[in-house]
């Protein structure tokens, strides 16, 4: 009997207490990745920041599944994981590192936010109809972020200030485009071995561009800080938290599952304010707030439109 009992509350850990611990760490651990980045590219270009760490975690990815003898994707597979390269590596999480540089680390992560937002605009420029949910939450979630701005007016006379929120939004767009093509598109493949291929290939494309245009630099010039900086982000923003969000992805039902995209702004507010004496005053708070309402509205019409 007291075997039984034993094995039965441990399946149920591994059913459900891992799945919640890993999406606990999803939580916390990608919120601190807007921390990091912001101190690798204090020292060194921010495309060439993101060039080597998703050269790292990509190696690691295709170092294993080949020590695995995982079966490389096949055919049209390959056509989806360049895409996939192009829109959430090249251009989402490269933008979105070289936005740090000029804004701060919890205001990217606002910005970041937004993503399910504009994958609701663009399905309904797609021909699909919005619910009344849908559409309050557009308001809210936007509202909040003019109330975020409203404490960086003055900024907007910066042209660096400028140019980190233009690449910021620009970011979350292409990676609600690569969501968008993800759920049309989905194959089969181990979708760990799809990442690190995605990681690998933008690597590739983000060293050519950087190389073409002369804005990288040596890498005997990037000092110790950055190097900390792109482990961090190799081992914890690109290796061991993507896995941890695939699994929780697997095992946990979506509106448990995406509780980490209203943790991971809040994480990087707090710690960009604790690291880097970045303002926390009513406007950020306020509108930080107003703008995961609006979040939380449009991901839960979303899922009743899965329903």
């Known amino acids: ?17 891992l799945p919640i611990l890993a999406l606990c760490w999803v939580s916390f651990f990608w919120g601190t990745t807007w921390i990091a980045s912001k101190e690798g590219v204090k020292h060194m270009p921010a495309l060439q920041l993101a060039a080597i760490r998703q050269f790292i975690g990509g190696f690691l990815y295709i170092a294993f599944f080949l020590w695995k003898k995982t079966p490389w994707p096949k055919g049209k597979q390959w056509k989806f994981i360049l895409i996939l390269s192009g829109l959430n590596f090249v251009l ?9 540089k000029y804004i701060s680390s919890g205001l990217g992560a606002i910005i970041g936010a937004l993503v399910p937002l504009w994958v609701v605009i663009i399905s309904f420029f797609r021909g699909e109809r919005l619910s009344k949910l849908s559409i309050i939450g557009l308001i809210v979630g936007f509202s909040g972020i003019c109330v975020v701005f409203y404490d960086h007016l003055s900024d907007f006379l910066l042209p660096d200030f400028r140019f980190g929120i233009l690449i910021s939004i620009i970011a979350t767009l292409t990676w609600a485009f690569g969501t ?28 050519a561009f ?6 990288s630099v040596s ?5 110790a800080a950055s190097w900390w900086a792109i482990g ?7 290796v061991l938290t993507f896995i941890a969000f695939i699994y929780a992805l697997q095992r946990l039902p979506s509106e448990i599952s995406s509780i980490y995209a209203y943790v991971n702004p809040i ?41």
């Open 1 to 17: 009997m007291r075997t039984r009992i034993k094995n039965a509350f441990l399946n149920q850990i591994k059913t459900i207490g």
């Open 92 to 100: 989402s999480n490269g933008l979105s590192t070289w936005g740090v």
């Open 210 to 215: 950087t190389g073409a245009t002369g804005t």
């Open 267 to 307: 994480v990087a507010v707090l710690l960009g304010t604790i690291i880097f004496n970045e303002s926390l005053n009513p406007p950020i708070v306020i509108g930080g707030s107003i703008t995961l309402i609006g979040l939380y509205m449009v991901n839960q019409s979303m899922r009743k439109n899965r329903a």
């Open 232 to 238: 961090y982000l190799v081992v914890f923003g690109s």
């Open 180 to 207: 968008l093509y993800t759920k049309k598109k989905a194959t089969s493949f181990n979708p760990y071995f799809g990442l690190g291929l995605q990681m690998f290939i933008s690597s590739i494309l983000l060293f």
């Open 219 to 223: 890498l005997s010039a990037i000092p």
